[in-house]
């Protein structure tokens, strides 16, 4: 699984990197190194503007999204702490990601991400869990593949009230390789630079096809380090984080 990842680039940064046309105010999402489930995280998708004119031209949007998806037909809210990934390999047909894979993708930024692997303390031979944070070799920002749906709050009686409306999204993962691969199972999928465009298109595309543009972050071009356990706590928070820890 994916539970934590890094997210430090401003929107500025991010609108250029990915040919972004809107974007919320800088303080929406703040830069993180230890981005956790249920927090506002950058998300880049393309919709059409909320206006009365069905014509009205798609745009790239950099959008902050709360990680932990909700679909639309939740009785609860809280049922997205435990939506944060959605396995590639049944994403195409789970009823919680089925209609998001179709038609509400987007991307989220990274600059790496976390992953815990089962060791022993040396001092007392117990098992503890050493986190790692495995990361382009280029040291590029990674396109996460992500999906995106839109939640409504039955407590909030009108629908143009803003807080009537949840936007929650989860990233798609698969079996780990390389770097990811030595120290946990799973890994988050990446889209190339290349397929953003399809990805993002909202327009109704064929599941295999979308499964296709699936790849390996950074081609699989991974580095992980050893990093300190302090990212086990969310409270936590830095680029201190990302120091390499002794052995």
Request: charged residues 25%.
């Amino acid at each position: 699984m994916c539970g934590r990842y890094v997210s430090s680039r401003g929107p500025e940064d991010l609108a250029r990197l990915f040919h972004v046309t809107d974007w919320g105010p800088a303080e929406a999402v703040a830069p993180s190194w230890n981005v956790a489930p249920t927090d506002d995280v950058w998300a880049v998708l393309e919709r059409a503007p909320r206006t009365a004119d069905e014509a009205a031209p798609v745009r790239r949007q950099l959008r902050p999204l709360r990680w932990g998806l909700v679909p639309s037909w939740a009785q609860d809210v809280r049922i997205g702490a435990r939506m944060i990934n959605a396995r590639m390999e049944t994403v195409h047909e789970k009823p919680a990601f089925r209609r998001a894979f179709v038609k509400h993708r987007c991307l989220l930024p990274a600059d790496g991400f976390y992953e815990w692997q089962e060791t022993r303390a040396r001092d007392t031979g117990r098992p503890r869990k050493q986190p790692y944070f495995v990361h382009p070799e280029d040291g590029r920002v990674m396109a996460l593949a992500g999906l995106y749906a839109y939640w409504r709050d039955p407590a909030v009686e009108h629908d143009d009230d803003p807080a009537a409306w949840l936007t929650t999204c989860t990233i798609i993962t698969t079996e780990a390789t390389d770097a990811a691969g030595r120290i946990h199972p799973r890994m988050p999928l990446a889209i190339a630079p290349y397929h953003y465009d399809a990805w993002l298109d909202p327009g109704p595309q064929d599941p295999d096809g979308l499964r296709a543009l699936l790849t390996r972050p950074a081609d699989g071009h991974l580095d992980a380090r050893r990093v300190s356990t302090a990212v086990n706590d969310v409270h936590n928070d830095g680029p201190r984080l990302l120091e390499e820890a002794a052995p």
